[in-house]
């Protein structure tokens, strides 16, 4: 068995990846206040997709707040596909990399959504282009570790937690850098960037694309 599947089994989902996703004791998608500004931030009838959609916990939080959201999530991980297809079969779900999304065209959802994506990859800049590109009017990136305090990223493979290392990139990056990254590929577009949403330490990055 290799690392990521021995991992995933023993130390990840603990046989209930709903929970483990959600926030664990068993609940399933418990309320995060990045959460609550999403479902009040897109509107009613916009089509989202959701790049490393996990359990499907932001899917739960817009059916939740009663909003009609045109779905669809994908995530690398065949479990957590599978699981939320048979958790949520009215919805779409796919298998996919978040930094190669080649199965959607140009400009075909309203709005392209990443939770926690960008800092477990080698860097940002792929999947925020590709992001970029399937999204019609914004792609809003929330973030789980908080920007450098400098001009540098800080690039970072693993953590090691006593004796058991975590195969993950755990990123930061820094805000200026980011800024600089989409002003020069994305020229139309306007940045918006909330550094600490409400003391969680989760940054939420907004990219506005230009409406003809």
Same mark, same amino acid.
């Given at each position: 068995?290799?690392?990521?599947?021995?991992?995933?089994?023993?130390?990840?989902?603990?046989?209930?990846?709903?929970?483990?996703?959600?926030?664990?004791?068993?609940?399933?998608?418990?309320?995060?206040?990045?959460?609550?500004?999403?479902?009040?931030?897109?509107?009613? *009838?916009?089509?989202?997709?959701?790049?490393?959609?996990?359990?499907?916990?932001?899917?739960?939080?817009?059916?939740?707040?009663?909003?009609?959201?045109?779905?669809? *999530?994908?995530?690398?991980?065949?479990?957590?596909?599978?699981?939320?297809?048979?958790?949520?079969?009215?919805?779409?779900?796919?298998?996919?990399?978040?930094?190669?999304?080649?199965?959607?065209?140009?400009?075909?959802?309203?709005?392209?959504?990443?939770?926690?994506?960008? !800092?477990?990859?080698?860097?940002?800049?792929?999947?925020?282009? !590709?992001?970029?590109?399937?999204?019609?009017?914004?792609? @809003?990136?929330?973030?789980?570790? !908080?920007?450098?305090? +400098?001009?540098?990223?800080?690039?970072?493979?693993?953590?090691?937690?006593?004796?058991?290392?975590?195969?993950?990139?755990? +990123?930061?990056?820094?805000?200026?850098?980011?800024?600089?990254?989409? +002003?020069?590929?994305?020229?139309?577009?306007? @940045?918006?960037?909330?550094? +600490?949403? !409400?003391?969680?330490?989760?940054?939420?990055?907004?990219?506005?694309?230009?409406?003809?």
């Amino acid at each position: 068995m290799g690392i990521r599947n021995s991992w995933w089994t023993e130390e990840f989902t603990k046989g209930d990846p709903g929970a483990q996703m959600g926030g664990g004791d068993g609940v399933q998608g418990l309320p995060h206040p990045t959460h609550k500004w999403l479902t009040e931030y897109i509107p009613d *009838g916009s089509s989202l997709l959701d790049v490393g959609c996990c359990n499907a916990h932001t899917l739960e939080s817009f059916i939740r707040a009663g909003k009609k959201i045109d779905y669809f *999530g994908v995530d690398h991980l065949s479990q957590l596909v599978e699981y939320c297809q048979e958790t949520y079969p009215v919805y779409s779900f796919a298998q996919s990399d978040a930094a190669d999304l080649q199965d959607f065209e140009d400009n075909s959802r309203d709005y392209v959504l990443s939770r926690h994506v960008h !800092e477990h990859q080698p860097h940002y800049s792929q999947h925020f282009m !590709e992001m970029y590109r399937v999204a019609k009017k914004e792609v @809003i990136i929330v973030g789980f570790l !908080e920007f450098t305090n +400098n001009d540098f990223d800080r690039l970072q493979y693993g953590v090691k937690e006593g004796e058991k290392f975590y195969p993950h990139w755990f +990123n930061q990056y820094s805000k200026e850098g980011m800024i600089r990254f989409v +002003n020069y590929n994305m020229p139309s577009a306007t @940045i918006e960037i909330i550094d +600490n949403y !409400e003391d969680t330490g989760h940054p939420i990055i907004i990219i506005r694309k230009a409406q003809k």
